[in-house]
C-alpha cells in the first residue's frame, strides 16, 4: 500500500514563496505519476500540476503556469511543488497523489490516481 506525506505549508505573505515536499513509501516511486491538488473552502479539488513517471514531463494548471514548478528525486522517493509569487486565491489544502504510469489528459484529474496523502496548509495572507 503507497503512502504519501505532504509537508512544508504554511502561512506566507502574497508575493512570497513556499516548497512543498511529497515524502512517499510503499512502491516505486520512479514508475508513478505525481500529482499535485488543492481545495480551497467551499471548492471542489482541482488538478495544479503533475509529473510523469516516463520521460519527467510536466503540466500545470492556467493559474499557476510561470509561477510553480514541479519536480522529483526519486533517489529521495520525493516530489516537490515550489509556489513563488503567491496569491491569497493559492490559498487551500494541497495533496499530492500517485498515479501508476503515465499522465491521462495532462494528469490533472483526479479519478486516475490511486494514493492520497493527508494534505497540508497554505495560507497566503497579508
Known amino acids: 500500500q503507497g503512502q504519501l506525506v505532504e509537508s512544508g505549508g504554511g502561512s506566507v505573505q502574497p508575493g512570497g514563496s513556499l516548497r512543498l515536499s511529497c515524502t512517499t513509501s510503499g512502491f516505486t516511486l520512479e514508475y508513478y505519476t505525481i500529482g499535485w491538488f488543492r481545495q480551497a473552502p467551499g471548492k471542489e479539488r482541482e488538478g495544479v500540476s503533475c509529473?510523469?513517471?516516463?520521460?519527467?514531463?510536466?503540466y500545470y494548471a492556467d493559474s499557476v503556469k510561470g509561477r510553480f514548478t514541479i519536480s522529483r528525486d526519486n533517489a529521495k522517493s520525493t516530489v516537490y511543488l515550489q509556489m513563488n509569487s503567491l496569491k491569497p486565491e493559492d490559498t487551500a489544502v494541497y495533496y499530492c497523489?500517485?498515479?501508476?504510469?503515465?499522465?491521462?489528459?495532462?494528469?490533472?484529474?483526479?479519478?486516475?490516481?490511486?494514493?492520497w496523502g493527508q494534505g497540508t496548509q497554505v495560507t497566503v495572507s497579508s
Open positions: 497523489a500517485a498515479d501508476l504510469g503515465p499522465p491521462v489528459d495532462g494528469g490533472l484529474g483526479l479519478d486516475e490516481y490511486d494514493y
Open positions: 509529473i510523469s513517471s516516463k520521460d519527467d514531463s510536466t
